[in-house]
């Protein structure tokens, strides 16, 4: 399911009983269109085809809204990530490459959601659930780093978290930048894929993991 901008074609009301769900497409539509911070919980509401008051049975305000948003895109962000990893199958640094294909394809089929998990400025501190969630989804980067820094003799092992928050940080750039499915994608000679992969190329051989054999003995 990709929420992309332009993708909205107005608003087309909710069925009885499902107005919950209706407003988090709405909230979708609405920051593929405008971004998270464009728009109102009264647009939400106009979208979904009810009243102003109506989402607050649902939704304390509009950033509870944009948590619900982006605890979803967290979840499935999850999900692709752990099936790309497949438990270090065959092995690490072929499951690695997959992982990094998979962060920059949600980027680019989920905009909405990725903005609304990285752009929206919803705050971790004050909800649990959507914390436990990111954390959830940065675990599946933390052990392919894990798996990554064992293969590394003993002794010469870089700081497995040090490692992951590195390659997040590179993985989040190039996804921002260049692998975004919607307006705010910078033009790049390459695939993003190919930047990702010639980066991580450079760091991890610096760190002395996937480097020619002769150069760790």
């Known amino acids: 399911m990709s929420w992309k901008r332009g993708g909205s074609d107005g608003p087309r009301g909710y069925h009885h009983g499902n107005l919950k769900e209706t407003l988090v497409r709405a909230a979708l539509e609405l920051i593929a269109e405008k971004g998270p911070a464009g ?87 004050t909800n649990p659930e959507l914390r436990l969630a990111a954390e959830r989804a940065f675990l599946v980067l933390r052990n392919a780093s894990d798996a990554l820094v064992a293969t590394v003799p003993t002794g010469k092992r870089p700081p497995a978290l040090m490692m992951a928050l590195h390659i997040w940080a590179m993985s989040h750039g190039i996804a921002s930048l260049f692998a975004r499915g919607d307006a705010g994608r910078r033009a790049l000679p390459m695939t993003p894929e190919e930047l990702l992969e010639a980066g991580m190329l450079v760091y991890l051989q610096g760190l002395g993991i996937g480097a020619p054999a002769e150069a760790g003995e």
């Open 39 to 125: 728009f109102t919980f009264a647009e939400a509401a106009r979208w979904a085809g009810v009243s102003p008051a109506a989402p607050y049975r649902h939704f304390r305000d509009r950033e509870e809204l944009l948590a619900d948003v982006a605890l979803r895109g967290f979840s499935q962000f999850e999900g692709e990530l752990a099936a790309a990893w497949a438990n270090g199958a065959p092995d690490p640094g072929t499951a690695f490459e997959r992982l990094g294909k998979a962060y920059l394809a949600f980027a680019r089929n989920e905009p909405a959601y990725y903005s609304a998990m990285f752009e929206a400025g919803v705050s971790l501190d």
